[in-house]
T-cell receptor, first 117, second 112 residues
Framework: DTGVSQNPRHKITKRGQNVTFRCDPI?????LYWYRQTLGQGPEFLTY????????KSRLLSDRFSAERPKGSFSTLEIQRTEQGDSAMYLC???????????????FGPGTRLTVL | GNSVTQMEGPVTLSEEAFLTINCTYT??????LFWYVQYPGEGLQLLLK?????DKGSNKGFEATYRKETTSFHLEKGSVQVSDSAVYFC???????????FGSGTRLLVRP
């Protein structure tokens, strides 16, 4: 068990560019979550997948954001036409297959820090 | 709406002091409550949780009791160590969703 991994760990981009982040969950986990954390704040939920299906999306996820999990394993989060307000830490988490809501425990990755200049 | 409020930090304590970090929540229904910890340079880790009223979560000497009457889930530890220095996040999960709703975090600094 190597935990949740995220790549890249840091990304610096210019305003208007597109960026894509990758998350590899713990191998047997079928649920995968994306959160965003700005400095001095707690993580905010963006979206969540169960297998390939995207089951819930936050209103924070504007049209410029898209997330995919094509084969139910790794996931990508793409931000198009980045803005300075997108600068944040993007966190991925995963949880165990088959666990009911009460026993669901989310395990977090180290995050990808995005800086938009 | 659903939300979590934590005491502002930083909280600075001497080693072996008693710790309390306050957390209150607003939610309908019967949410589950969590404390996560983020050590410097590391990802969020689940510290403890409680899924129903009067449940006590505990781990590594930390405890928190789910108090529905006061909508609180305060984190306590009887004797802190320098290694407990970290940012602590209180969170809730509604009984109808898998998403976590976090507070803004409380930084704890323990001095030798």
């Amino acid at each position: 068990d190597t935990g949740v991994s995220q790549n890249p760990r840091h990304k610096i981009t210019k305003r208007g560019q597109n960026v894509t982040f990758r998350c590899d969950p713990i191998s047997e986990h079928n649920r995968l979550y994306w959160y965003r954390q700005t400095l001095g704040q707690g993580p905010e939920f963006l979206t969540y997948f169960q297998n390939e299906a995207q089951l819930e999306k936050s209103r924070l996820l504007s049209d410029r954001f898209s997330a995919e999990r094509p084969k139910g394993s790794f996931s990508t989060l793409e931000i198009q036409r980045t803005e300075q307000g997108d600068s944040a830490m993007y966190l991925c988490a995963s949880s165990m297959t088959g666990a009911g809501l009460e026993t669901d425990t989310q395990y977090f990755g180290p995050g990808t820090r995005l800086t938009v200049l | 709406g659903n939300s979590v409020t934590q005491m502002e930090g930083p909280v600075t304590l001497s080693e072996e002091a008693f710790l309390t970090i306050n957390c209150t929540y607003t939610a309908t229904g019967y949410p589950s409550l969590f404390w996560y910890v983020q050590y410097p340079g590391e990802g969020l880790q689940l510290l403890l949780k409680a899924t129903k009223a009067d449940d006590k979560g505990s781990n590594k000497g930390f405890e928190a009791t789910y108090r529905k009457e006061t909508t609180s889930f305060h984190l306590e530890k009887g004797s802190v160590q320098v290694s407990d220095s970290a940012v602590y996040f209180c969170a809730l999960r509604k009984d109808s969703s898998y998403k976590l709703i976090f507070g803004s975090g409380t930084r704890l600094l323990v001095r030798p």
